[in-house]
């Protein structure tokens, strides 16, 4: 009995896996992706509330005595809203870094909308700051996804500075995942 509350909580508070690779065999670009969607963020659709995932991506190298050196992160927002009038998904993409206005496309499902905001597909390692010693660099990356509408924000907002920062009822994280660029 114990054992299945235990399942069933792991189940809600579940984050979804995220995984990095090489986009090819240059070894120029990596793809990120997102495994399954957790019941959390399917169950915000079905509530008509919108998805936002939000990637943290930066490049970081080690030191001679072991001292870690990360650059700023390549922040990539992903938004999937439902809209009930004609009965599709928009998914807009914007990297806060850039001076240029977020993009966004009508996918025709829901599946369609989940695949598309779920991955980055060949990002170039340049954009990062990639430099010539790939052996000593590697790629930290962190999702963070949010049920837009789940929560009220002023109540999120007190819980958070209750726990003095440390907890955030209305996101979940995935923590950062390393990928070695050898």
């Known amino acids: ?5 235990f399942a069933f909580i792991g189940l809600v508070l579940a984050v979804p896996d995220l995984a990095v690779q090489w986009a090819a065999k240059s070894h120029q670009e990596i793809n990120i992706s997102v495994g399954a969607t957790d019941g959390r963020l399917q169950s915000c659709l079905n509530s008509g509330f919108d998805i936002r995932y939000r990637f943290e991506i930066k ?22 809203e439902y809209d009930p009038i004609s009965e599709s998904y928009r998914v807009t993409s914007d990297f806060l870094s850039d001076e240029e206005e977020p993009e966004s496309f009508i996918a025709s499902s829901r599946e369609e909308g989940l695949n598309s905001m779920a991955s980055i597909r060949q990002m170039p390692l340049v954009s990062l700051g990639w430099g010539k010693d790939p052996k ?4 930290n990356v962190r999702l963070t996804s949010d049920c837009k509408g789940e929560y009220n924000e002023t109540l999120a907002r007190i819980g958070y500075f209750l726990s003095l ?12 995942i390393s990928f070695a660029l050898r």
């Open 59 to 80: 490049l970081c190298s080690t030191r001679a005595n072991l001292l870690i050196d990360c650059r700023a992160p390549v922040i990539l927002i992903r938004t999937l």
């Open 165 to 176: 920062g440390i907890v955030r009822f209305n996101e979940h994280t995935t923590g950062w």
């Open 1 to 5: 009995m114990l054992y299945s509350i």
């Open 136 to 139: 000593q660099q590697f790629v």
